[in-house]
């Protein structure tokens, strides 16, 4: 690129500042080369959906009471998908996202052990979940919908046997 590329964005830049767009929000160009602004709010990052949904699916499981996610429908699906060959184990069964330019929505759905307190498992859950996205994204969790699916019984063989060798 010649030096007339950059004299372009540079006129540009300027011409954007105190500008506002279509929602009344102030439009910044970068002034100049740098214009002062950290390099790394340059340009847009977009988070989709499913690795929100991945991030929350790990983070719920980790808390003890949770024995798995996801209703009976998905976890015998699931199931019957991780005995295909390469098959694997999806961690987003049981999350559902809606991601914004800076705000998500999360519901979940999980299977607690028997035994455990439903609401402390469902706190912690919504804490571990809650901090592990906005960590990892910088979006503002808004909410944590849970929806207790199912309770895991002692004696109960699981939904989801071992992959048979074969």
Not at 40 to 50: A, E, L
Not at 90 to 119: F, H, M, N, P
């Amino acid at each position: 690129m010649g030096k007339g590329v950059f004299s372009k964005r540079r006129a540009t830049a300027e011409r954007i500042d105190g500008m506002t767009d279509s929602t009344g929000r102030e439009l910044q160009g970068t002034g100049g080369r740098s214009g002062g602004k950290d390099p790394g709010v340059r340009g847009r990052t977009t988070i989709s959906d499913g690795v929100v949904e991945k991030i929350a699916g790990l983070a719920a499981r980790d808390v003890v009471g949770v024995h798995t996610m996801g209703s009976g429908l998905s976890r015998t699906l699931g199931a019957v998908r991780d005995r295909v060959p390469g098959g694997r184990t999806s961690v987003t069964r049981g999350v559902k996202a809606e991601v914004g330019e800076v705000q998500t929505a999360l519901d979940l759905e999980i299977v607690v052990d028997y035994g455990v307190s439903i609401s402390e498992v469902a706190r912690a859950v919504r804490e571990n979940v809650v901090s592990a996205v906005e960590r990892m994204t910088g979006l503002e969790v808004v909410e944590v919908n849970i929806a207790v699916t199912d309770v895991k019984l002692p004696d109960e063989e699981d939904d989801e046997p071992e992959p048979r060798l074969q």
